[in-house]
T-cell receptor, first 113, second 114 residues
Framework: DVKVTQSSRYLVKRTGEKVFLECVQD?????MFWYRQDPGLGLRLIYF???????EKGDIPEGYSVSREKKERFSLILESASTNQTSMYLC????????????FGPGTRLTVL | DQQVKQNSPSLSVQEGRISILNCDYT??????FLWYKKYPAEGPTFLIS?????DKNEDGRFTVFLNKSAKHLSLHIVPSQPGDSAVYFC?????????????FGKGTMLLVSP
């Protein structure tokens, strides 16, 4: 079974703080993804990575950056948190390019005050 | 521009009856479709998928139907159970895009009452 873990289930930060969300997977998957989920908006892709040190912008990358120094670890960084970044953040992993299923972590509920 | 649309935000069904969740897409390059189920405070879990070379895929109580000409797919749950109450997301991908990214709909909340 694929295991995708996220560093925190709940996080409360203040406006302007730098926030790190970490995701770790144990199945040697090539692809890793960061989404945010908001009511009425579904899941929106922020960034993804298809290899170590490689990253690609998703649909809503503004205000975020990512880091993938090791294959199993993918970090989402909010350089200066804002209240509109209050959301549920979901990490996902996927196998090779020919396989489309993604496996999700439990999510981090981030509140920015 | 929303490429994957789930036009019903919610659906209520009685236990034992059929649940039908609908999804429409606009991108004709999509060739692989998935359904995910999400409980509150948990990550989505993969439910069932279908390739564009098929028009039906079945897995136990769950069946997905694909109508390529109408750019429409649906998920049937028979019989529905209270434990099926969750948000269901439809997702689509372009198989040849190279990155296996998924485009998700906004979700439909299914409530199955006893």
């Amino acid at each position: 079974d694929v295991k995708v873990t996220q560093s925190s289930r709940y996080l409360v930060k203040r406006t302007g703080e730098k926030v790190f969300l970490e995701c770790v997977q144990d199945m040697d998957h090539e692809n890793m993804f960061w989404y945010r989920q908001d009511p009425g908006l579904g899941l929106r892709l922020i960034y993804f990575s298809y290899d170590v040190k490689m990253k690609e912008k998703g649909d809503i990358p503004e205000g975020y950056s990512v880091s993938r120094e090791k294959k199993e670890r993918f970090s989402l960084i909010l350089e200066s948190a804002s209240t509109n970044q209050t959301s549920m953040y979901l990490c996902a992993t996927g196998r090779t390019l020919s396989v489309n299923e993604q496996f999700f972590g439990p999510g981090t509920r981030l509140t920015v005050l | 521009d929303q490429q994957v649309k789930q036009n019903s935000p919610s659906l209520s069904v009685q236990e034992g009856r059929i649940s039908i969740l609908n999804c429409d897409y606009t991108n004709s390059m999509f060739d692989y479709f998935l359904w995910y189920k999400k409980y509150p405070a948990e990550g989505p879990t993969f439910l069932i998928s279908i390739s564009s070379i098929k028009d039906k895929n079945e897995d136990g109580r769950f069946t997905v139907f694909l109508n390529k000409s109408a750019k429409h797919l649906s998920l049937h749950i028979v019989p529905s159970q209270p434990g099926d109450s969750a948000v269901y997301f439809c997702a689509a991908s372009e198989g040849n895009s190279g990155y296996s990214t998924l485009t998700f709909g906004k979700g439909t909340m299914l409530l199955v009452s006893p």
